[in-house]
């Protein structure tokens, strides 16, 4: 496997979990503030 390959390779397999891991937080995070405000 080619070095500029892997990296290719890697940026979109990061760049993948990064965007589900943002969108997971990012409703979690939602929903904390939102238990948090109601008390």
Same mark, same amino acid.
């Given at each position: =496997? @080619?070095? +500029? #390959? $892997? !990296? =290719?390779?890697?940026? %979109?397999?990061? &760049?993948? &979990?990064?965007?589900? =891991?943002? @969108? %997971? #937080?990012? #409703?979690? &995070? %939602? /929903? !904390? +503030? $939102?238990? /948090?405000?109601?008390?």
């Amino acid at each position: =496997l @080619k070095r +500029s #390959s $892997y !990296q =290719l390779w890697r940026k %979109r397999v990061t &760049g993948r &979990g990064t965007k589900h =891991l943002a @969108k %997971r #937080s990012f #409703s979690v &995070g %939602r /929903h !904390q +503030s $939102y238990d /948090h405000n109601k008390h």
